[in-house]
């Protein structure tokens, strides 16, 4: 029942952001798994799916996917809410948890390195596919379990992060550390995701235009477990590395897609993702107008 | 590891957050002591601008496309928050003041850059440098706010509420 619930919910918030009538032109960093050190603008919400394709290695290969809602709370703080969800094939089809995820902004200026806080929770079963970060020991034979049995398992993870990202002729470059603790008892888990990215061209035209080089971004991103707090390491762990391109249409639509390969042999071999978000300007101002009324 | 242990680690990013916001309620109390006029403080940001900032020339000054693509860039990003017209809107200043319209390219540019992120201007060094310098073209060929030829308000020892100089943010 809740998970027909969550998909009318969803439903409703997809359908209510296409009929908004204000849109922004996005200038969204084209990453899946890293994070650089711009957040939503204040008041602004975009609205997010994301898909992967994964095979898999003595099983069924998984189409995973999320939902995410991301505003700009503050210009130095940004929350987003996540629902994640799975079809293995053959198997079945699976709503697989929640995330809500929180970063913040430290320095009020822009440096040369830039450092953002990262803070999410997540309440997840064992069947989750989505791979939105690597971390610990997890390896491609993981998800072999059939969904019937991994969904019994239920995670309540913390995850932190430390997201240090610069800008420097047009290429952004990220690394973000990552620390997650199951709230059971489990060993600190830890991953890393490192990113570079630029755009097609960095003056922009003079001219409206949706093929425009520089609405383009494209780049790399790596990123992998490193083990748990007792066997810290590259030792049965999964990495990948993946292009990554972003496409920043004038009317506030962003599309994404990335070709991942795993780069060892406890990695899926291939993994394919795609995005479409569209972001919303003024949100805030529109919900906060229909509880204080017309000014 | 233990809940304790957990929230032991976490005590510090909360401590964190908490410091961030209870500095901003602090900046904004101060603003509300200061005695500075309204106009100093909302643009004052720009003038932090360190000097080596203000002395950078624009390299797009002579491009002939960089206003029409800075006017492009200005609505996309920037109209939302300082209006169609750069005259300000609910959340940000106008842009045609003479505090704007009289400061040096490259304090503009550096706003742009740093944002006022504790005031609700993101930073803006996502926007590589030349379509930051194309903005900064369009803003400083808007010029001043055209005056309007109005007859004074019969009232006028009480000055007017909506002078772009004199809104707080």
């Known amino acids: 029942m ?8 969803v439903s409703f918030l997809v359908l209510a952001t296409l009929s908004l009538p204000h849109s922004a032109e996005a200038q969204e960093n084209p990453y899946f798994v890293a994070y650089d050190h711009y957040l939503e603008e204040p008041g602004n919400l975009e609205v997010e799916y994301y898909s992967t394709f994964g095979t ?18 503050t210009a130095w703080w940004t929350t987003e809410f996540y629902l994640d969800g799975q079809t293995t094939f053959g198997n079945s089809t699976i709503f697989t948890g929640i995330r809500w995820e929180n970063r913040f902004r430290p320095l009020k200026r822009e ?38 049995v991994a969904r019994q398992e239920i995670i309540n993870e913390m995850e932190l992060k430390l997201i240090l990202s610069s800008t420097f002729k047009g290429w952004n470059f990220t690394q973000n550390t990552l620390a997650a603790k199951s709230l059971s008892n ?34 790399i991103e790596m990123y992998g477990g490193l083990g748990d707090r007792y066997h810290f390491g590259l030792r049965d762990t999964s990495h990948y590395a993946a292009p990554v391109l972003g496409w920043n249409l004038p ?16 990695s899926h071999q291939f993994l394919l993702r795609w995005g479409v978000s569209r972001e919303i300007s003024g949100f805030g101002s529109m919900v906060g107008r229909l509880f204080r009324g017309r000014e | 590891m233990s809940a304790r242990t957990f929230g032991i680690l976490l005590l510090p990013l909360l401590i964190g957050v908490c410091f961030l916001s209870t500095g901003e309620t602090r900046q904004s109390a101060n603003f509300a002591s200061e005695t500075e006029s309204q106009a100093d403080t909302e643009y ?25 693509a800075g006017r492009i860039l200005f609505q996309q990003r920037c109209a939302e928050c300082h209006g169609d017209n750069a005259e300000g809107g609910k959340k940000g200043p106008s842009l045609r003041a003479a505090e704007i319209q009289n400061a040096e390219p490259g304090a503009i540019f550096w706003i742009l850059t740093n944002g006022v992120v504790r005031k609700g201007m993101p930073v803006w060094s996502k926007l ?42």
């Open chain 1, 111 to 148: 440096h040369f390195i830039n450092p953002i806080l990262y803070v999410e929770y997540e309440r997840k079963n064992g069947a989750d596919k989505i791979l939105k970060e690597g971390e610990g020991h997890d390896v491609e034979a993981d998800f072999l379990t059939p969904n019937s």
């Open chain 1, 56 to 73: 898999q290695r003595g099983g069924n290969d998984f189409h995973a996917y999320w939902m995410e809602f991301e505003y700009g709370a």
């Open chain 2, 44 to 68: 004052s940001e720009i003038r932090k601008a360190p000097e080596k900032a203000r002395a950078k020339r624009n390299p797009l000054e002579k491009d002939p496309d960089a206003v029409a």
């Open chain 1, 2 to 9: 809740f998970i027909y619930r969550g998909l009318l919910l």
């Open chain 1, 251 to 266: 009317s506030g639509w962003t599309l994404r897609i990335s070709p991942g390969f795993g780069l060892n042999d406890n």
């Open chain 2, 128 to 169: 590589p440098e030349p379509q930051r310098w194309q903005l900064v073209s369009f803003i400083k060929s808007l010029g001043p706010t055209p005056v309007r030829a109005e007859a004074p308000p019969a009232n006028a020892s009480h000055p007017p509420a909506k002078d772009s100089t004199s809104r707080l943010r």
């Open chain 1, 186 to 219: 489990e060993p600190w888990e830890f991953g890393y995701a490192l990113g570079a990215s630029r755009p097609l061209a960095l003056k922009a035209s003079a001219k409206r235009c949706a093929l425009c080089p520089q609405n383009f971004i494209a780049g």
